[in-house]
């Protein structure tokens, strides 16, 4: 069934109001468009209710601002009323395209600013917003979500801070650990895993796959995403191995104990496909090195799967990689901000995950079930068989 013709069993929470920050301002036209054509398609006997007043507008986006004074310091600003809305902030902390003025030079913003100026447009709705939703698909500060010694917990105390400032639901994607969602019990936290996103564009640009245990394999580049993995494989119905980190214990280097060596767990890679899984590509160090162990052991084909490709050490690592043949394709999504260079590299698959932010947004202001859209199995089962029959 096309989305578009679902039948409309609850009223909305209240007239839907699109924010995206200049950092998500791409994505988050994408999500517009979607909602602007299903709403105009779907049919319902209750859409010229009170109700349901403003369902249908040719836009939801309401533009907030957030300008800055010559001093660095900024403001958060709406365009129009929020009064009774539904709203739902995108933000992305890591665009690090940004920038701003600061004392006459220019600064680019960190996911510390970007943050701020979430907070700043929480702040402007002044508590008139029937109910306020932030979707940040990456997680802020979520790679220091646990203490060891004495060190802070900045995710934990960023999911409380937006808490009191009356947020209800906090919509994130591929969380590095999802326990910190045990810092705001009372309210709603989804983490969403784009399994099924990374499937389809994969199958669409590859067609001699062979989806079974024999020919491919899934595999963790660490003990941390193992539960990404399993569910990956079992879905698939594949086998899957692990590699685990040998670290240096004794020397701390860029703030970390750097790694020996990647020891593999797990059957026969020789001659079958690999699916690498991880949550981000930061610097890729780690995720090359793996690569370069797999073709070491005969595996036929490389393909690097991460929700949030970083690149913070930028592509001529990669670059070098698969020119040796190391590797094949990477697939990272539009959920963080993506370089022209990256775009433009023969390797990489952009994974749009617009429609599917939609769909969440869509479905949260019915305030229907998202078990559906959360749990993928069956939409992944109908794209494999598709894909078998062109076979």
């Not at 049919?43 to 986006?61: C, L, M, V, W």
């Not at 220091?144 to 900045?154: A, I, N, T, Y």
């Amino acid at each position: 069934m096309l989305y578009e013709e679902k039948i409309i069993e609850t009223i909305p929470v209240g007239p839907l109001g699109l924010i995206p920050l200049r950092s998500c301002w791409e994505l988050g036209k994408k999500v517009d468009q979607y909602l602007v054509s299903w709403r105009k398609e779907r049919e319902s006997e209750h859409k010229s209710t009170i109700a349901f007043a403003g369902y249908q507008r040719d836009s939801y986006i309401i533009e907030a601002k957030t300008p800055r004074f010559g001093s660095g310091e900024g403001k958060g600003t709406l365009t129009e009323s929020v009064r009774g809305d539904d709203l739902y902030i995108m933000v992305d902390v890591c665009n690090h395209n940004l920038t701003y003025s600061l004392c006459g030079e220019t600064n680019r913003m960190s996911p510390d600013d970007h943050f701020q100026d979430l907070k700043r447009v929480i702040a402007a709705a002044a508590g008139k917003a029937r109910r306020i939703n932030v979707i940040m698909p990456f997680l802020y500060e979520s790679r220091q979500h646990k203490r060891s010694g004495r060190e802070s917990l900045d995710c934990a105390l960023a999911l409380e801070e937006l808490v009191r400032m009356g947020v209800e639901n906090i919509i994130t994607f591929d969380a590095h650990d999802p326990r910190v969602q045990n810092a705001i019990p009372l309210k709603g936290f989804e983490t969403v895993q784009p399994i099924y996103q990374f499937i389809k564009h994969l199958l669409k640009h590859e067609k001699e796959l062979t989806i079974d245990s024999n020919h491919m394999m899934v595999i963790s580049p660490d003990e941390g995403g193992m539960g990404r993995a399993v569910y990956f494989a079992n879905v698939l119905g594949l086998d899957m191995g692990m590699f685990y980190k040998r670290r240096d214990y004794t020397r701390i280097i860029n703030g970390r104990n750097p790694i020996v060596a990647h020891e593999f767990l797990g059957s026969e890679v020789a001659g079958k496909d690999v699916l690498i899984i991880d949550d981000m590509i930061s610097s890729g160090e780690s995720m090359l090195d793996v690569a370069k162990e797999l073709k070491a052991r005969k595996a036929r084909k490389v393909f690097i799967c991460a929700t949030f490709g970083l690149f913070t050490n930028g592509l001529d690592k990669f670059d070098e990689y698969y020119e040796a043949g190391l590797i094949d394709r990477i697939l990272t999504t539009n959920l963080v901000y993506q370089t022209e260079a990256l775009m433009s590299r023969p390797y990489y698959i952009d994974v749009d995950m617009s429609k599917y932010i939609a769909l969440i947004i869509d479905n949260l202001n019915h305030d229907a079930s998202l078990s559906e859209l959360l749990n993928p199995t069956k939409r992944i089962n109908r794209c494999l068989e598709k894909y078998r029959k062109q076979e």
